[in-house]
């Protein structure tokens, strides 16, 4: 048996202005055992029903409610999580529980309430569950993003078309966006940093991950990422990536990852990191070493070589192995020519 979780989270189109990307949330896929509805409450900002759009007050108690109910004639325990967004690798916000946490974040909206409960319906039943957010004394600006992740904790069982047997788990997104007042989120202005660099591993091949952040309270889409890592001081373009389509949440971070099929080698590189889209320019120029150990950890585990590079020291004893040659080579020349000169002086006669 294996397991198959499917996650069912909608994202809205990315627009040209700042906060256009929109949580959204979608019925569970055809098969689940449940289905979900928002009820939205008075302080929705807009007229959209699929998620929660809201502006709060400060210092207020926020109801987040969702009518859950069983499709099926069977008992269904149904886990409701508390969750904020985060950015994932892909460039794609993410939602799942536990996701990564980013230290510019004065608040997270899974710090807001309940972090789970488990829901349990009769056949046919339906039941409204609320998780009570209590928001900031003090307010917070810009955009708190989140949202109610939904698991069905029975698998319902299905097979493939070779009649290989799986069972699947079913998740569903409701997502929550929290302003506490109306276009907030466009009064702040988006800005990235670019926090490390170095080696590392991802979707299971060595590279170079660059690790991007976004430190305010909003999130932008539509970025075009164009990388190159080069040699130390050199023209030497040695790993190079362009990838399209990137979103960040707020307050959140991510790796951006240039890898290659190959082993790493150790050395000296700069990273050259360009991003651009209609809501900003970044350009960041950064200088890194790969250290032979972690090379060779990377490579190891990936069941890759490293590539042999002479280290600075070995330089240094080539170098002084070639003048202790030349000046031996030279020794010798001498040798030769005075035992020459010598030999005709013994051969002139008197």
Known sequence: ????????????????????????????????????????????????????DLVVKPGATQPITVAVTNATAGVRHIKVSLTHAYTQDNGEIGYKPNGRTDSSAQYRVDQLG????????????????TVNLKIPEQGFNGVLLGGLYLVDKEETAGSTGDGVQFKNRYATLVGIQLQTSTGAINNVKPD????????????????????????????????????????????????KRTASGYTTAPNSHFDFGITQKDGLTPGDYTLD???????????WKRNFSILTEQAQKINKKL???????????????????????????????????????????????Q
Not at 8 to 28: E, H, K, Y
Not at 31 to 39: I, K, L
Not at 309 to 334: A, E, Q, S, Y
Request: proline residues 6%; aromatic residues 8%; without cysteine.
């Open 1 to 52: 048996m294996r397991l198959k979780t499917l996650l069912f989270i909608a994202l809205a189109a990315l627009g040209l202005g700042v906060a256009q990307v929109q949580p959204n949330q979608t019925q569970a896929a055809s098969g689940a055992a449940y289905t979900v509805s928002p009820v939205i409450p008075d302080n929705q900002r807009t007229s959209v029903s699929s998620y929660f």
């Open 114 to 129: 309940q972090k789970s409960q488990v829901v349990t319906l009769a056949g046919h039943q339906t039941k409204r569950v």
């Open 192 to 239: 990235l940093k670019l926090k490390a660099v170095g080696a590392g591993i991802q979707s299971n091949q060595p590279g170079v991950l660059a690790t991007v952040q976004n430190p305010m309270p909003t999130y932008w889409g539509k970025m075009l990422f164009t990388a190159k890592v080069y040699k130390r001081n050199s023209n030497t373009v040695v790993m």
């Open 273 to 283: 990191l360009l991003v651009t889209g209609p809501h900003g320019r970044w350009h």
């Open 303 to 349: 069941a890759l070589k490293t590539p042999f590079v002479m280290p600075w020291w070995g330089w240094i004893l080539i170098g002084i192995g070639i003048v202790l040659l030349l000046g031996l080579l030279w020794w010798l020349i001498l040798l030769l020519l005075r035992r020459k000169k010598d030999a005709q002086a013994e051969n002139t006669p």
